[in-house]
């Protein structure tokens, strides 16, 4: 089977992790740890540590290293310190920090990629990159800028990032599969995030009749509050023409240049063994860019699910293809309600988190994002 899913509980730590395979020598992991309900009271010291250990036994029981880590924690400005520390002994992969609470009232989470029989090594450009036949898989987190503006901010992240790429053989517009953008304020400052990325996508030229980008732009703080925005990326150099494709299901979602923004719904990398799946933060939205069910937060998940599928189908995926779920709420007090739709929709064993934070529009009571795999046979080179 390509495709296994386990559950464990270890400690206080609830244990999901997804397995990959196609019969070669890399093999895949999605892992969500995420700290119990009953184990809210203890402290955030004691939850990063039980939290640590359990990634520390999954790890060896997997024999997979780790090429993302991202932490999801509760309060940046005072528990940035304590988890960097546990990190300063681990630097072979890239991590990233992000305050949005753990939505079940816990203060940390941890979403991690791991593969086995791969080349890791930080490059001189700043990019993490993962290495395996003739693809460089290139890895970024945790960046932000000094700039008085979110908007100054923004184009100076990406204006680096294009010049990252650029010492590496690539260029956003082709080799640039995903991003992320986590705005202090997102409900003062989206737009200008918007405006910033729409100025430098044109100056790469990228545009409606090209393309843009898969990507997630949602609410999100770090310890350093003149940081109001943080981007990290995932880019991958070695693709040929006609291998990375954009996903847009037109029967149930508008292209977002329709209400001036500028990314794609999803993306889907093929390669000899496997079809890689990433779908955007995704909101419960119409085909004219209407918000749908306001107000409704179980009508909302209905909608953002009908959206997701619809993206999955194009990619000729279904939902036992998925294997990382992140959903976003607004409101902590909608975490029982959605956590039980979840396990409903996906089944409570797939590896999930759930967090806290305001989306783009303040109507949007919740979002989600995915990563799906499938197993395939094509002409381009094996993963």
Not at 140 to 149: P, R
Not at 246 to 266: N, Q
């Amino acid at each position: 089977m390509p495709h296994t899913i386990s559950h464990q509980t270890l400690g206080s730590v609830n244990v999901r992790l997804a397995k990959f395979s196609t019969g070669t020598d890399v093999d895949e992991y999605q892992l969500a740890l995420c700290i119990d309900d009953e184990a809210a009271h203890l402290s955030y010291a004691e939850q990063l540590r039980q939290l640590c250990v359990a990634f520390e036994t999954v790890r060896q029981q997997t024999k997979a290293n780790p090429v993302f880590k991202r932490y999801f924690i509760s309060d940046a400005a005072n528990q940035t310190t304590l988890l960097m520390n546990y990190e300063l002994a681990y630097t072979d992969y890239e991590l990233s920090v992000i305050e949005q609470p753990p939505a079940n009232g816990t203060k940390v989470a941890l979403w991690c990629y791991l593969m086995t029989n791969v080349n890791t090594k930080a490059n001189v450009s700043g990019l993490y990159e993962v290495q395996h036949g003739s693809y460089r898989h290139l890895w970024s987190a945790n960046n932000t800028a000094q700039a008085e503006t979110c908007s100054a901010q923004t184009k100076l992240l990406l204006n680096d990032y294009v010049m990252q790429l650029m010492n590496e053989g690539c260029t956003l517009r082709d080799n640039c599969v995903r991003t992320w953008f986590y705005v202090n304020d997102i409900d003062q400052d989206y737009n200008d995030v918007v405006k910033a990325r729409n100025e430098v996508f044109y100056t790469q030229g990228m545009n409606a009749n090209t393309h843009f980008i898969s990507s997630t732009g949602i609410g999100g703080r770090q310890a350093d509050n003149q940081r109001l925005c943080q981007m990290d990326s995932y880019a991958i150099y070695g693709l040929r023409e006609g291998q990375m494709r954009h996903l847009y299901a037109p029967d149930h979602l508008c292209r977002t240049v329709k209400y001036g923004v500028s990314f794609e719904r999803g993306v889907y990398i093929d390669y000899g063994d496997r079809r890689h799946v990433f779908i955007s933060g995704t909101a419960s939205i119409d085909r004219d860019g209407n918000i749908v069910s306001q107000g409704d937060i179980l009508g909302q998940c209905e909608r953002v699910w009908q959206n997701i599928e619809a993206l999955l189908n194009e990619a000729n995926c279904e939902m036992k293809d998925l294997q990382m779920v992140i959903c976003t709420i607004r409101h902590a007090s909608d975490f029982n309600t959605v956590r039980q739709w979840i396990s409903h929709k996906i089944g409570n064993n797939v590896p999930h988190i759930l967090v806290c934070a305001h989306i783009c529009r303040p109507n949007w009571l919740v979002e989600m994002e995915c990563i799906a795999a499938r197993k395939i046979k094509s002409d381009y080179p094996v993963f």
